[in-house]
């Protein structure tokens, strides 16, 4: 009777020791990985935001606002080259790991991220070419290399080598301050295309660090059999595709409709208020970038259950920080705008402008957790739908917003698309886990491993 009593009191012992070792493990795990992966998004972010500030101070705001509206132009790069080959890439790696397909998938979306990145370049240049003159051959590698090296960060974190990852941060936030402070001498248009050539070389140099710790080299294959396999995964491709575009237009792209709109001088305030909110923004990208692969090999397990607290505590924390520290801006803001910028902007009404960036930022940032779970259920037809909605919206309010209203309060359309996007992916995150006794469709990938 003692021994049958016993033996279940036992097993318990037992399963909470294991779990009493095995969960603080796991959150030291999660809290080094996440460590690393942040610390190299605050080292580039920081080296971002001091270019931002040194050259506000030394340039002109019609200047200021057209290196602005390029650095713009590299996000939409980067958000290009995430969708339609680091999330694919993410996906399959994940799902490979260990496996002789892995290093075929990184060379089927390495070539794939190369080509687009080039193309990125040529258009870029070619298009700036009227406005700047000769700097844009220097602003079109900027946001090549800027695409690729973004793509090759997320790929080295989905391998599991966050580490390689941090080194390429740090040599770029390195070398960019490094040329900054050598080669920033010129005044006006000339110190932009110095500006945008020294971080095209930061980045080509990153790019060549991370390859060399890893002791490997970038191997692009676009011959017919590479073109093959894309063909074979070309539904989720052109969803990806189709989406980010949406996305594209619901968030850049009516961020640079009011700048082409209202002008350089007059975005020059909100592009430097955009500057000060980055440190979420680093935060978002980094917890993004490390939780991805692990969805996905959570939804690849039937896991639904973790893979919904991940994303629910995600949220929380997101939110906390950020209203935390948009109280902290409302408070700060004019004073650091006058220690920063030098009152640059005095003049304009910071209070109104950071109030509404802040909403903004924010409203962004709560859902990338859940829309990275929708990647990683390859729910791409959702975020498609879900963003030209939001676009709409967005363009509805901010068309007569920018012509009847002053500049800070036609972000109020932005604001609004940006609401609306959050409350349809967390509904599409809600229900997709709620049927997740369905299966994942095009999530499995090609039915033959792809090998290189």
Known sequence: MT?????????????????????????????????????????????????????????????????AIVFTLGAVGVTYIRALMAVPATLYLARSLGRP??????????????????????LVGTALVPVIGPGALAGGAFVGLYAFRSYLRIVLVARGRPWAASLSDVVYAGCGMLFVELGLRAEGPALLDQAFLAIALAHALAIAAAYGVLRERLRVSLHAQARRRYLAIWRPLAWSLTGITALTVQGQGLTLLLAFVIGPAAYAPIAATLVLYAPLRIATVALTNML???????????????AHRFVVRSIVIIGGICVAYGALMLVALPEIEAVLFKGRFAA???????????????????????????????????????????????????????????????????AASEAVTLACSVWAFHDRVLGHNEPVPEAAGPTKPIRA
């Open 3 to 67: 021994a049958h009593g016993d033996g279940p009191c036992w097993v318990s012992r037992r399963r909470d020791l294991i779990l009493g070792v095995a969960i603080p493990h796991r959150l030291a795990r999660f809290g080094s990985r996440f460590a690393m992966i942040l610390s190299g998004e605050m080292i580039q972010s920081l080296f971002h935001f001091v270019l931002n500030v040194l050259l506000a101070r030394k340039l002109g705001a019609h200047d200021y606002g057209l290196f």
């Open 348 to 414: 304009e009404p910071m209070g109104r402008i950071g109030f509404v960036v802040w909403c903004v930022v924010t409203l962004a940032l709560l859902y990338t957790i859940p829309r990275a779970f929708l990647e990683a259920s390859a729910a791409f037809r959702t975020i498609t739908e879900v963003a030209i909605a939001s676009a709409v919206l967005g363009f509805v309010i901010m068309v007569p917003a920018v012509m009847l209203l002053p500049s800070a309060y036609a972000l109020l359309g932005l």
């Open 292 to 306: 991805l692969p692990d969805i996905t090999g959570l939804l690849a397990s039937d896991q639904f259950e973790r």
């Open 101 to 122: 397909a892995a290093r075929g998938y990184a060379v089927m979306f390495g070539s794939g991220a190369a080509a687009v990145s080039g193309i990125m370049a040529f």
